[in-house]
Every structure is written in C-alpha cells, then in structure tokens.
C-alpha cells in the first residue's frame, strides 16, 4: 500500500511547539500514511496489524512507538477485532505531534542538541520504546494531557531527554536500507492492496486476485508492490503471517501446528522455515523467550 502524505489539522501547524491528544474511536484509520512530523503514539487499547516503513507486524494494548519524520505508517484492525455492539472505543490512543525542525530551532538557543538530532534521525526507521524508559514516557504522556503552558512544554523536554538517553531500551523498526518511494497518487490502490491482504492472509490469496484488487495485470502489479514495498507480495504476505503467528504463540495451550495452519501455511515445514528466516529463531525457541 502506497502511504499518502497527511497534513495535520488539530494544531501541529500553528504557533504551538507540539500538540498532544487522546484517541477514541471504534477502529484506527486504514489509511497508509506518512506526515513531516514527529510522532509519539501510546496503544492504550487495541491489536492488529501495523506496517511502519518496510516493517509488517502484529501489534497489541501497551506498546509504545516513536515515529520519525516522513516513515508510512499505519495502525489496521480487522473487523473481528473491533467491538462490533460494544458501547466503548476499541481504538484508544495517546499521541504527541511535533515538527522536528522547528523543535531543535527553539532547542538551539538554550544549548547543544545533538543527542536530541541524533534519536530524531535514527527514529526515521520508526522506534518501539521498552522496559523503564517505556514505562517513563506512558506517565509523562498522561500527565502532559493535563499540563497547559510551560509545564506542558517541561513535560516534552523530559519524554525527549529519556528517548534519547543512551541507556534507553528500544529497538528500531523499517530496516537500515528503508527509503520511503511512495507517491501521493497510489495511496488508494495501496490501501485497498493493504486491507484485502490483512483481511485474508490466512487464505491462500493468489497473484491474479491480488493483480484484479488493484486492477493491474500480475507484472504491472509485481513490480508496482516490490517498488513500494521493497519486497515481493509473497515476502509480505508471509512477514503478515509471521507476525500474527507471533501473537499466538503467547497463548502456550495453541500448538505450534494448529498457529501453522491458522497463519494460513499449507504445512508447518515453511512455516518453521520462513519463523526463522524472519524472527531469527524457530517458533518454538520464539515461545520459549516470551513465556519464559
């Protein structure tokens, strides 16, 4: 899916250094997108599937993501993992805008900010923050929605300063080669591309269907989803797999033959195979690390 470029309405463009906000809705938006700000975005209640940069994931309530300058993203729930007739938002989020510029231009007056430059570079392959620091900056982002003034502003300077100490527990996300390709017209067939596969990757969704959802024939499609991907459209359908297989294996009742299948592999030989060309360990060594 082709990101679009997003301009932010709700005050990032204003005199403000930064504006915070809370999100509750039924589900997140589809939209595979990317913005010239920073953002810092806290998953209060929700789980799918994110991509950020090249990266395919599962995600889940609690994590805790930085978002360089200009990465796609996006945040998916299917339709079984809203609430349907339940009264209360599914998607519930916590998000703090900035423009990087314009911060380290305020910053420089008071001092050197090249600790700060430098997380804001590497934060352009997308960071998941984790452990104390994780726990630090969910805080601070709760109290900076009732901060006004200075302190609100005190408030960002402490998130930034734990993000970008050297002790901070994070790991970075788009691989180190990512560079985003994508133009403003292919955000609607990439979107379209994006929910059909998150929506049926547990079947076996084949190149001519994919080519007719985004109405190219299967040369024009291939070179068109590797050119914005950096990867083939089974490379992706497979990273999707893999990590919905990663949720599942949290759940050590399932076994690993039943997540095999239900990831929509035909056998569980390629599903330990492509478990360990993406994850770097089998599924069994994976459950072992996370349950232990």
Not at 55 to 77: A, C, K, Q, R, T
């Amino acid at each position: 899916m082709k990101p679009i470029l997003a301009v932010l309405s709700d005050g990032v463009q204003s005199e403000d250094l930064f504006v915070a906000k809370e999100v509750r809705l039924p589900f997140f938006s589809n939209e595979f997108h990317f913005h010239e700000e920073c953002q810092l975005v806290h998953i209060v209640k929700s789980s799918g599937k994110r991509i950020i940069g090249d990266l395919v994931d599962y995600f889940e309530s609690g994590e805790l993501i930085f978002l360089g300058s200009n990465i796609p993203h996006v945040w998916h729930n299917t339709q079984e993992q809203t609430n349907g007739d339940e009264p209360e938002p599914y998607a519930h989020s916590l998000s703090i805008y900035f423009n990087p510029s314009k911060l380290l231009l305020h910053l420089s007056a008071f001092g050197n900010v090249r600790k700060i430059e430098s997380f804001l570079n590497k934060a352009q392959r997308g960071v998941e923050l984790k452990g104390r620091s994780r726990d630090m900056v969910v805080k601070l982002m709760y109290q900076i929605l009732q901060q006004e003034g200075l302190q609100k502003i005190i408030t960002l300077l402490d998130i930034l300063n734990i993000m970008s100490s050297s002790d901070t527990e994070y790991d970075l996300l788009a691989s180190i080669n990512y560079i985003n390709y994508y133009q403003y017209n292919d955000s609607k067939r990439m979107d379209q591309v994006f929910k059909y596969i998150f929506d049926n990757f547990r079947e076996d969704i084949s190149l001519n269907t994919i080519a007719d959802v985004a109405n190219m024939n299967t040369f024009a499609f291939c070179r068109f989803f590797k050119a914005r991907t950096q990867k083939s459209f089974t490379q992706f359908v497979n990273e999707t797999r893999i990590g919905y297989a990663c949720k599942l294996l949290g759940h050590k009742e399932t076994s690993i033959t039943d997540i095999a299948y239900e990831c929509g592999f035909n056998n569980v030989s390629n599903f330990n195979r492509f478990f360990k060309v993406i994850k770097k360990v089998s599924p069994r060594e994976y459950r072992n690390q996370i349950l232990s």
